[in-house]
C-alpha cells in the first residue's frame, strides 16, 4: 500500500486486512521506490495521481521483469484521461476514494491471478534456462540455427562444418535438452529467445 495521504491507506489497508490480505504500508512513493525491488511480490495499491509522480515511469518500473507486480490505483482524481491511460498501461482498476469494499476484492482477486500466472512463467524460464545453460556454444549456434528453419546442410555452411558435424551437436542438444521431438528442442529454445544471441555467422545471408 502505497499512499502519502495516511488516513486513506489506513482505511485501505484495514479493508484489506479483514479479507487476510497481509499489508506492507509505505508513506511516500520516494521511499517505496527505493526498495520495492527487493520486497516480496505482491499487488501495489497506491495513489500516485496525488503526489506529483510520473505515473507511467512508475507503472513501467512495477512491470519490469526484476519486479512484477500488478497495480490497483485508489484515488480522488476525477481525471477520466489519466485513468484510461493507466489502466491502458496495465493498472488492473482505477478505484475512487472513498473505496468500494466489493470493487476493491474484486480487483485484488485478478492481481493475484496475475501474479500466479508471472510466478509460473517464472519457473518456466528458470527451468529452461537451466535446460539451455548445460549446451556448449557450438551446440547452441546448432539450435539457433535448426529455430530459423535451416538444414542441417545449411547450419554446416553458415558454420563452416560438416553436415556430420551438425547431426551429431544436434543429437547432442535433444538429449541435453531432454527433447522427445525437434519440435520440443524448437520450444524450449523460443521460450529462451535464444535466437540473435549466439553467432553473428547466423544472420548473415
Known sequence: MVDEDATASRHV?????????????????????????????????????????????????????GIGMPSVIVTACTDLDKAVAAMRRGAIDVIPKPVGEPRLYEAMGVARHRLKQAQRRAATMRRVQAALDILSVREREVLEGL????????????LAISARTVEIHRANVMEKLDAQSLSQALRIAFIAQVCSMVNPALHVD
Open 147 to 158: 529455430t530459423r528453419g535451416w538444414s542441417n546442410k545449411e547450419i554446416a555452411r553458415r
Open 13 to 65: 489497508g484495514d479493508t484489506l486486512t479483514r479479507q487476510s490480505f497481509v499489508v506492507h504500508s509505505w508513506p511516500s512513493f520516494a521511499a517505496f521506490g527505493e526498495r520495492c525491488d527487493a520486497v516480496p511480490a505482491g499487488c501495489v495499491v497506491m495513489d500516485p495521481f496525488a503526489s506529483g509522480i510520473d505515473v507511467a515511469v512508475l507503472q513501467e518500473r512495477l512491470a519490469s521483469p
